[in-house]
């Protein structure tokens, strides 16, 4: 399939989303876990912040040694305790496991199914977005709320960002696939709320995974889905 990503603007928020009625829709998910823990700093980073903290340093007034003593004894009692930093690399990450959220713990991870989908000859699974085929809904997002949902059985642990959809891409015929015709694909955003893991159903297999990783499942739309997708 020939795909054709074309930007958004606020002329897509109509009712007809800009299209004919004999043109199909289809309504997917970008489903992304934010990082839960701060990326790990760049060595030239980590160097430059350390420079500017003993450079400044040196010219910061000394203070009385009964103030340190002050201000060293007000942290101690009973109620400190030891703390410890959370491992930044999980037993999923050892064991490349995607099907599991508890993995790449620093950036963002995306939902992919495999199976059927529309647009995909002779009904072959493939990887894909959580969507759907517009189908009279009262809106689109209702529409792709609807896509999730089968997925997730339900949207309580779910935040869609948005009204409208971020990007869209015109999907046109290969050679060999004449008779599906060429149909619209747009994309609305969803997080994960505080969710550490889902019940992924209606799909033969699925995966987490990070941008990068992503474009190992579509090969020929990586550069389509690396400008639309920001992490």
């Known amino acids: ?11 897509l928020l109509t009712r007809s989303y800009c299209t004919s009625k004999s043109d199909t829709i289809v309504a997917a998910v970008l489903f992304e876990r ?6 790990k700093i760049d060595p030239i980073v980590y ?3 350390e420079f500017s903290f003993r450079w400044n340093n040196q010219f910061r007034r ?34 490349n496991n995607r099907r599991s959220l ?29 969507e759907k085929v517009y189908n009279n809904e009262e809106t689109l997002r209702k529409c792709a709320e609807s896509a999730l949902k089968s997925v997730l059985g339900d949207l309580t642990d779910t935040y869609f960002v948005g009204n409208a959809p971020f990007a869209h ?6 050679e060999n696939t ?16 505080a969710q550490p893991k889902f ?14 990783e992503l474009m190992e499942y579509f090969p020929e739309q990586g550069e389509v889905y690396k400008n639309i997708i920001i992490s």
């Not at 891409?169 to 290969?174: K, R």
């Not at 019940?199 to 990068?212: A, L, M, Q, R």
């Open 1 to 11: 399939m020939q795909e054709l990503l074309k930007p958004l603007s606020r002329s």
């Open 34 to 39: 934010l990082p839960v823990v701060v990326e």
């Open 47 to 49: 160097a430059f912040e």
């Open 62 to 95: 000394k203070l009385p040694d009964k103030v340190l003593e002050k201000s060293d004894a007000r942290g101690k009692g009973d109620y400190q305790i030891d703390y410890k930093p959370a491992q930044r690399i999980t037993e999923a990450d050892k064991t």
């Open 102 to 130: 508890q993995r790449a713990l620093d950036r963002r991870l995306y939902l992919l199914l495999f199976g059927n989908t529309y647009g995909v000859p002779s009904q072959k699974p493939v990887w894909h977005f959580p």
């Open 169 to 174: 891409m015109v999907v046109e015929p290969a």
């Open 178 to 193: 004449r008779d599906i015709p060429t149909f619209k694909r747009f994309f609305f955003k969803s997080q994960v709320i």
């Open 199 to 212: 019940d992924i159903g209606k799909c033969e297999d699925y995966v987490w995974v990070t941008k990068d």
